[in-house]
């Protein structure tokens, strides 16, 4: 209750301002975008737990065609789209970006109302989309157990009786292509969409290497059929296919330590990354890079079998094959060489029955979940190149000499007296995960008068979590012994152990009507990350197992929502405690590891205002403020006060759209808009030299339509002034001592037409 107090003065402290998403412009004249954040229909503004939705026709305005764009205006939420088979996605603070096998997520990203959480199956490209919701705090019973801080919500554009199409076509800076558009068609029973979106770039870093190309080019496919069946009015039924393809470039992972030829190593500068001469035969592929292919089926029914009473069942396939090859070590030198090859399928099933009368309204059901995934790790790199640059062994001969030659390279010939010049080694590690998850739910909400609704729900779970670990590590034969510190040879004998485990989460909330144009809420909600089951390989080839037990979430959360004449906006506090925080950490083995950081804290506030004084004109500003972190205590160890993983204290983000009809059915539209986010830390525990500080980023969309809407032309400009900044630091280099820097986006300008019919 002494949280309570606290959180209630805090938001009170602060003018009464509504709750829809601050970007989202489709409150203007009054009307408010409909979510679907607790499996009904409902306005943003009178769900009890705090929401930010975007519909798709927002995020054109503000040019926004990926999700780690559309979260800088979202406050609370952040995502580094290192690659598309690595996107760290960040909810208050806490990041879920693992890649291991063995390890749950934990935030959800659910795709057409199937959770696609894990890492390096769940990124989807938004095009042709109804909207997104951003539901932040634990939602188990809402949104399954992997939405331990919150949840993603994707929801694609469903097929409309009649018949419409549009074709976008664009090219920008780079070398930058764009086509994308839909086709619909169909009648009040049957109709079918298909929508796609093809995109391509050249890399925007150099890469001075003559066998690689320059790093982070872009080419991926998304394209997906809808088939919406309707024989009733009270019986739906969608079928959503969906394939997702990428073949991207290298991730430039810079070394500042090792120079290139056009001086000291420099993260916004050339690189030169040359990676291993053995690439397509021990790393999968010829090229760094990423080859990605991902498969989604979905089938959802929806019956309204009986008054007030409706049946759902919504069932999800998903497939992910995947290898990305890096140069881990930043350099020409043939030394630290990886890959990661991720496989996996994921299939899951739901039945919910929701009654909604006209007291009470209320869901119960269950869940099955099914994984089966690995991750593959091959290592390739030269004896003696390795043996030098890791541990110096030659006085007075360096990794990479000052004029970027690989010194190095000599290392093997001198260890061996002439015998030899280059010694190639390799070795591959992997984990793999086999996970079922059973659950059911109840949830209720009690409206005990038109102003008041009380909700409960508690969701029953129960886990089988199998892992397994394989490695291939032969003997140096310079040194007679593994290469690489650490990795121990299994000599290709499957490893493997279980654990079985159960949980209740539990939601309550509170929605209060102030008046038709001011709610007030409060929550308190569990979350759980599933307990992972460590296993790799001790001395000897034995199993190692490393449980490490759930981690638990208890969140606090007072808010106020409303959209009252020309304002709409949204205000909310919370507090969340942790137990068993889970942190990821990279050995000097090159595996990275699940291990308990202790307990953590996070305090924060949100809010979003937009203001719409005229029918042309909406302003639109939001914030956010986290003071997070693992508490400052001894039993914390070396993570103790630490700041949370790519959490920023503050973000926030402001503009205004302008939409003027000029007369003869052409209208001009311009969105300008700043963001801001402050300094972040991209490890625990904590370093300065692997931060960065805080970055503003001003962006542009403009543009005329005419023919009454049926033709456009758009110019888009982001990072405007060319910013440069860092997307992350440390990474696999760090662990050997040598960290890489990742440069972020440099200024991107374009141009597109669209097309409507």
Not at 103 to 126: E, F, H, K
Not at 327 to 333: E, H, Q, T, V
Not at 485 to 513: E, K, M
């Amino acid at each position: 209750m002494k949280i309570f107090a606290v959180l209630l003065a805090s938001s009170t402290a602060f003018p009464a301002i509504a709750q829809t998403a601050a970007p989202d412009a489709e409150v203007a004249g009054g009307e408010q975008i409909i979510v679907t954040a607790q499996k009904i229909e409902q306005r943003a503004m009178d769900v009890p737990i705090t929401i930010s939705a975007v519909s798709g026709k927002r995020m054109e305005q503000i040019g926004v065609s990926d999700l780690d764009e559309l979260s800088n205006y979202i406050p609370g939420l952040n995502i580094q789209e290192q690659s598309a088979n690595n996107p760290g996605i960040v909810i208050r603070g806490i990041t879920s970006d693992s890649g291991s096998a063995q390890q749950a997520p934990r935030v959800t990203l659910y795709y057409n109302g199937i959770d696609i959480s894990r890492s390096r199956g769940s990124y989807q490209d938004i095009y042709d989309m109804e909207r997104i919701e951003v539901i932040k705090g634990p939602q188990a019973t809402l949104f399954g157990t992997a939405s331990a801080v919150g949840a993603i919500s994707m929801i694609s554009a469903r097929p409309k009786p009649g018949f419409s199409a549009e074709l976008t076509a664009g090219y920008g800076n780079y070398d930058s292509k764009l086509l994308s558009g839909f086709v619909n068609g169909g009648s009040d029973k049957v109709a079918g969409r298909i929508a796609f979106a093809w995109k391509k770039r050249d890399g925007y870093v150099k890469n001075l290497s003559a066998t690689q190309d320059d790093l982070y080019a872009r080419d991926q496919l998304g394209v997906r059929g809808s088939l919406r069946l309707k024989p009733t009015d009270s019986f739906t039924a969608d079928l959503i296919l969906t394939y997702d393809r990428q073949r991207n470039s290298g991730t430039p992972f810079i070394s500042r330590a090792l120079p290139t030829s056009e001086g000291p190593g420099n993260p916004f500068g050339a690189a030169n990354l040359s990676g291993s001469p053995l690439s397509s035969t021990v790393l999968g592929g010829d090229k760094l890079g990423l080859h990605r292919d991902v498969y989604d089926a979905n089938l959802t029914f929806s019956w309204d079998f009986a008054d007030d009473w409706t049946l759902t069942m919504v069932n999800g396939y998903r497939k992910f094959d995947s290898n990305e090859v890096f140069d881990a070590d930043g350099s020409a030198a043939w030394y630290l060489e990886f890959a990661e090859e991720a496989k996996g399928w994921q299939a899951s099933h739901e039945t919910r029955f929701a009654y909604a009368g006209d007291h009470f309204r209320g869901a119960f059901g269950w869940n099955l979940f099914r994984e089966d995934n690995h991750q593959r790790v091959p290592f390739s790199t030269e004896e003696g190149t390795y043996l030098q640059c890791a541990a110096r062994l030659i006085p007075g001969l360096p990794c990479v000499a000052a004029n970027g030659t690989v010194a190095a390279s000599q290392a093997t010939a001198i260890l061996t007296n002439g015998a030899a010049t280059v010694i190639p080694y390799s070795s591959v590690f992997e984990n793999l995960g086999k996970n079922d998850s059973y659950s059911m739910f109840a949830d209720g909400t009690w409206l005990a008068s038109p102003s008041l609704e009380l909700t409960a729900g508690i969701r029953a779970l129960i886990e089988e979590r199998r892992s397994g670990y394989v490695t291939n590590v032969p003997n140096s034969v310079l040194t007679r012994a593994p290469l690489i510190p650490g990795q121990v040879n299994t000599n290709g004998r499957v490893l493997r152990t279980q654990g079985s485990f159960a949980a209740f989460l539990p939601r309550f909330n509170i929605l209060y009507r102030f008046s038709p144009a001011l709610n007030g809420f409060a929550t308190v909600s569990k979350g759980r990350r599933s307990p992972t089951v460590n296993l790799d390989a001790a001395a000897g080839g034995v199993a190692r197992i490393n449980r490490i037990a759930e981690e638990n979430v208890w969140n606090y959360e007072v808010g106020l929502k409303g959209n009252s004449g020309i304002f709409s906006g949204s205000l909310g506090v919370y507090y969340q405690t942790y137990d068993n925080f889970q942190v990821s950490v990279t050995g000097s083995d090159g595996v990275t590891r699940t291990v308990s950081a202790g307990t953590a804290s996070n305090l924060g506030v949100e809010a979003e205002v937009a203001i719409q004084p005229t029918n042309w004109l909406n302003i639109f500003a939001n914030g956010g403020y986290i003071d997070g972190g693992i508490d400052d205590k001894p039993a914390n160890g070396r993570f103790a006060g630490d700041q949370f993983r790519l959490q920023p204290r503050f973000q926030a983000a402001a503009g205004f759209t302008i939409d003027a009809p000029m007369g003869n059915g052409m209208r001009v539209f311009a969105t300008p808009s700043l963001t801001y986010r402050s300094k972040i830390y991209f490890e625990v525990p904590n370093s300065e030299a692997i931060s960065q500080k805080g970055v503003m980023l001003v962006n542009l969309r403009a543009g005329v339509s005419f023919a009454e809407d049926r033709y456009e032309i758009s110019a888009f400009v982001r990072n405007a002034t060319d910013r440069n900044y860092l997307l992350d630091a440390g990474n696999t280099g760090g662990a050997f001592g040598i960290p890489t820097f990742i440069p972020a986006e440099p200024r991107f300008y374009g141009a597109q037409l669209t097309g409507r019919f």
